[in-house]
């Protein structure tokens, strides 16, 4: 017994070390760019270590205003510890993300060990875990959710211990990891209460309390969200931030909802307008080709695309659910499971993007569960057969799953950078490293974050990368930082982020404009003024140039 | 229990009835209309060819037996379009029947059946399409006529033999299904029949979906129809650009260049095509829009209202946990059925996927059996209210959908009509999708254009993609022409576009004696009395 736990035990560490292997390999230069979202959470963690307070000089803030679009603040906290061992390399901020990112693999073995009582199933979905591109990708992006599906599988785990073993600190230890996972997304905060609420209601019997037992339990775990819930339901800025991200800011919605206007029953028409949109959007969630084709939105091209689960898996999660459906005495797991997919997709089902994959992971890490139940199902069938021919079946789907996986590391760490550099903010930080070398020769850089290669799009937190590539104080930041009077301009030392207007400002003197041919009359341009040119990934399309007047 | 059904068929009946004149007619629908009255009347159809086999639409040919099928009742009933729509609501009707009949091979349980035609009959989708003229709905009840006739105790082989050949003239994709979806039959429902025979019995409906896609092959354009309407996955040029861009990429990067080959290649078609099929029948077209574009279907409702999701899931289940054989066997059919969707790209294909609604309706209904009476009732009549409150509230589907079924171009028509008794008449070709189908519907004029005397025949004898620019003495302005000014003898009333009123050059007369407008408040036609010609 002894032998066969070292045994599982190497293998779910061989499984980890696997994960970790794919999820920090070359993490120094893939993503080959800090995306705004990292180079801001980063700068405003330094700001917090360094202050206490975010770069607008907010102390100890609830939500960060960043760029607009107030974030969550857990990853910012836990980078800010992370930079006070590493300091601010860019690294730093990717840090958080693979730690949770790989105690994720081991979470989820023991959690499906608890649910399906099958080390087997529990085996393959920590090494579906290690392996999924979704996974993969999120943890290496500097992503906060990724410690949130940690902590609630470890909630639940407990919670299922509890059932199975009684003791008190289960029960209590679920409710309060439960409810930190709340601090870490949003979208956590809404699906997690929810999901409990399923959870006691699915296995109520079973966790037989009484009154007595639940209420201290209720009670701990209110007290420890009732900061989040005041936040949510009375801080402006978090109000402000689910407005934004409301479904109802969906264009189509907002065309639909004007064609009743001024007609009777507007209003209750409105709601069901409302109501019928969002229930399209949430079952669009479940489109296998988002699920296998094209959810991680790695590149350009629909048809040729990366999905959250690799493709090869697209059996075995449809033989998981017969394994699941079919399995006896499992009745209150199989609900279980069913409402985590359910409400895990809910907040991606309400929100403005047709598909928003980084508010759904929770769900789609339980499609790997289920996917492990399908593979094991398989793989007792495979037993039945001759040993060739399970040979020759196993062979042929290891070699399916290498090479879909090789074909998600090919885009992931080839076309990914090619196809979407423009949406990392692929070159900000080449702008800015030249911007500060410059900075002493000129009275004034000017720097209009209208870019693209397609079509012009306003690159945002062009202050954040200003800063933080030229090692700029964030005391100094929190002083120097005011918005101007031009168009989208802001200011801080010598740096003017804003439109840049040609006719007017080509006879400014002594002052380096860094525009895109967007925003620059590429026909009138004094071409001997540019003195350096900015290239996206491809090193052909233009981005930026430096004009120094 | 047969009150229940004759009930739900006559409550079925209702729902197609009411606000009969919704949906109003696409181009497409029109043009079959108007050419089932020429068929009827004159015996020749639009283009003036007589009992073709292939017509025309503006995006493909179109197979025979819808259109003959309308000029049939037309010549019975007379020409009008409540006519046409009477012969599709039978249809509905007759889909829901069948649906009870089919459920019976599936599933012992009589409240199953009755299920399954009162979700068949309170379909949103099945009662729009029983309101216009479309292949896609006469395909589903020949297809379940088919099964039927296949898994009756007497194998009726000329019902089958004629259903087939119904099958095949009716629609361009039952060439793929028909011999996979008869086989099947046969194999799953036919205990009394060996494999071998059936293998046999199945040749002649493979040896006839042959023999008519030969046929189809001979017309001159069949092959681009094909690429461009039913395998338009292998023409898709993003698909082949990202291949040879990603290999790019790969070899810049320093790759093994073997390895992006293997990765990226026409291979990618079969994962491109599989999921593009499964994305036809996942649960938001089934149960949250069918459809967006308000040609097929209602556009807030997917193919049930929403609260059938819960008997779906229940029933698929049910199904699987039971494990019965024969049961199981309607996901294949449902597969089988709707897989010609993976080759049309990138949209979605919802005509193709209606064949397989009366075998979605009885995994419903399946679970409806299995849950308590109580939620049983509430399901029912959640899934009749949302029903009943769209097809009473139907302004919004109306105004989303009026670009390709312009209700508003009744009144265009109808003072086009009255104009070109009297005078000659100019119209943009872009005030609708195709303006001439509906003038076509509403007058009894024909004229057969383009008629050549010296051979005897039509000019357009295969007409694909054709686009009819004159009838009679209404000229359509294309967006080639220009506008200069008339000669004493030239004298135009013309109904102009926006795009058309634009171009009008400074000394013309742009004097508007009047504009109509579309459901959106939108001005779309201005006419201009007299003045303009075009060159």
């Known amino acids: 017994m002894h032998k066969v736990r070292l045994i599982i035990f190497a293998l779910v560490l061989l499984v980890t070390l696997l994960g970790a292997f794919w999820r920090t390999v070359a993490i120094d230069r893939f993503p080959v760019h800090l995306s705004h979202d990292e180079v801001t959470q980063l700068y405003d963690a330094m700001s917090i270590a360094q202050t206490g307070k975010d770069i607008y000089g907010n102390f100890m803030p609830f939500i960060f205003k960043s760029v607009n679009d107030y974030k969550s603040p857990f990853y910012t906290y836990v980078t800010a510890l992370v930079y006070m061992f590493f300091g601010g390399e860019e690294l730093t901020i990717r840090i958080p993300g693979l730690v949770f990112g790989i105690l994720l ?15 087997g199933i529990a085996l393959l979905a920590s090494f579906l875990t290690a392996i999924s591109p979704f996974e993969i990708f999120f943890s290496r992006k500097s992503f906060e959710n990724g410690a949130g599906i940690l902590l609630m599988v470890t909630g639940f785990m407990l919670l299922i211990n509890f059932i199975k073993r009684r003791g008190t600190i289960w029960l209590y230890g679920g409710f309060v990891v439960l409810a930190a996972a709340m601090y870490t997304y949003f979208s956590h905060a809404i699906v997690i209460p929810l999901l409990l609420l399923s959870f006691v209601f699915i296995f109520w019997r079973k966790l037989n309390l009484s009154p007595r037992q639940l209420m201290p339990v209720i009670l701990v775990w209110f007290l420890m969200i009732s900061p989040l819930l005041y936040n949510i339901v009375l801080n402006p800025d978090t109000r402000q931030r689910s407005k934004d991200v409301f479904i109802k800011q969906d264009i189509n919605l907002g065309e639909k909802l004007r064609f009743l206007e001024g007609k009777s029953f507007a209003s209750i028409l409105g709601y069901k307008t409302l109501i019928d949109y969002s229930f399209n959007r949430y079952l669009s969630q479940l489109n296998p080709q988002y699920l296998f084709g094209f959810g991680l939105d790695l590149t350009n091209e629909n048809a040729v695309n990366v999905g959250l ?65 399908g593979l094991y199902l398989f793989y007792i069938n495979l037993n039945k057969l001759k040993l060739v021919v399970r040979g020759i079946v196993l062979s042929c789907i290891a070699l399916l799953f290498i090479v879909n996986f090789l074909y998600f590391l090919h885009i992931y760490f080839v076309n990914f950078p090619y196809e979407k550099s423009q949406w990392i903010h692929y070159p900000f930080k080449q702008v800015s490293l030249y911007a ?85 009359p590429m026909d009138s341009l004094p071409k001997e003024k540019i003195e350096k040119t900015f290239y996206f990934y491809d090193n052909k399309a233009v981005a930026f140039y430096a004009i120094k007047l | 229990m047969k009150v229940y059904l004759w009930t739900a ?97 599936f599933v012992a349980n009589k409240g199953a059946w009755y299920l399954s035609a009162f979700l068949i009959a309170f379909s949103p989708v099945i009662i729009f399409l029983s309101r216009v003229p479309n292949e896609a709905i006469v395909l589903t009840l020949l297809l379940l006529a088919l099964f039927y006739c296949l898994t009756r105790d007497r194998l009726s082989w000329i019902a089958v033999f004629t259903i087939s050949i119904a099958i095949l003239l009716t629609s361009k994709s039952a060439w793929l299904t028909l011999t996979p979806f008869t086989t099947l039959t046969l194999l799953f429902f036919r205990d009394d029949l060996s494999k071998r025979r059936i293998l046999f019995l199945s040749l002649p409906s493979l040896l006839l979906s042959l023999f008519t896609a030969g046929l189809f092959l001979q017309i001159p354009q069949s092959t681009r129809s094909f690429m461009e309407n039913n395998f338009n996955l292998f023409s898709e040029p993003g698909v082949f650009n990202a291949i040879n861009r990603f290999r790019g990429q790969g070899l810049e990067s320093g790759w093994p260049p073997l390895l992006a080959r293997a990765l990226f290649n026409k291979l990618a078609f079969l994962p491109i095509g599989m999921l593009h099929w499964l994305a036809n029948l996942q649960p938001a077209v089934l149960f949250g829009q069918f459809d967006s574009t308000g040609r097929w279907g209602l556009m807030s409702m997917g193919v049930w209202s929403k609260a059938a999701i819960i008997p779906f899931v229940a029933g698929l289940f049910s199904i699987l946990k039971l494990g019965d054989k024969k049961i199981l066997m309607i996901f294949p059919l449902i597969l089988i059925l709707t897989y010609p969707a993976a080759f049309v790209y990138p949209k979605l294909s919802p005509p193709l996927i209606v064949p397989a609604l009366p075998f979605l309706a009885i995994i419903i209904a399946i679970g409806l059996m299995t849950m308590k009476r109580l939620f049983q009732i509430l399901v029912v009549f959640l899934i009749m209210l949302e029903l009943a409150v769209n097809l009473t509230f139907i302004e919004q589907d109306i105004k989303n959908a009026d670009k390709i079924r312009p209700s508003w171009i009744s009144a265009v028509v109808s003072d086009i009509i009255t104009s070109s008794h009297s005078q000659s008449i100019l119209v943009s070709d872009d005030i609708v999708e195709d303006i001439l189908p509906f003038v076509l519907l509403e007058t009894n004029l024909f004229i057969a254009p383009k008629f050549d005397q010296k051979i005897g025949k039509v000019i357009v004898e295969y007409p694909y993609k054709y686009r009819q620019i004159k009838f ?44 109509y407008y579309d459901r959106l408040g939108q001005s779309r036609v201005m006419v201009v009395e007299k003045g303009l010609c075009i060159k």
């Open chain 2, 472 to 515: 009679g003495s209404i000229s359509l302005i294309g967006f080639d022409n220009k506008f200069t000014t008339c000669g004493r003898e030239q004298q135009f009333k013309t109904f102009l576009s926006l795009r058309d009123f634009d171009r009008i050059e400074e000394g013309l007369n742009k004097q508007v004696l009047q504009q």
């Open chain 1, 436 to 520: 500060w070398s410059q900075k002493d020769r000129v009275d004034q850089i000017i720097f209009d974050p209208v870019f693209g290669e397609a079509q012009p799009v306003i690159g945002t937190a062009a202050h954040y990368y200003l800063a933080y590539y030229g090692n700029y104080p964030p005391a100094s930041m929190q002083k120097e930082y005011r918005p101007g009077f031009r168009p989208r301009e802001v200011l801080f030392d010598k740096f003017s982020i804003r439109k840049v207007d040609w006719r007017e400002d080509h006879s400014l003197k002594n002052v380096l404009i860094i525009a895109s041919p967007w925003a620059l």
């Open chain 1, 105 to 119: 693999i081991p979470a989820v073995f023991i959690f499906t060990h608890a649910l399906t009582k099958s080390t």
């Open chain 2, 9 to 105: 068929v006559l409550f079925a009946l209702f729902l197609r009835i009411i606000s009969f004149d919704f949906p109003f007619f696409t181009a497409d629908e029109a043009r079959i209309t108007s050419r089932a009255f020429t068929l009827s009347s004159e015996g020749v159809d639009e283009l003036g060819r007589r009992t073709p086999l292939i017509f025309n639409s503006l995006n493909d040919y179109q197979l025979p037996v819808v259109s003959y099928l309308i000029s049939l009742e037309v010549l019975l009933f007379g020409k009008s379009q409540l006519a046409v729509r009477i012969l599709f609501t039978l249809i509905g009707l007759g889909i829901s029947l069948l649906t009870y009949l089919v459920a019976q091979r």
């Open chain 1, 309 to 373: 689960l690799l493709l090869t898996t697209l059996p075995f999660l449809l033989l998981g659910v017969i394994y699941l459906i079919k399995k006896k005495n499992f009745s209150g797991e199989k609900k279980f499971i069913l409402s985590w997919v359910l409400l895990g997709v809910l907040p991606s089902g309400l929100t403005f993007e047709p598909f928003s994959p980084h508010r759904s992971i929770m769900a789609f890490t339980m499609l790997n569960i289920v996917t492990a139940a």
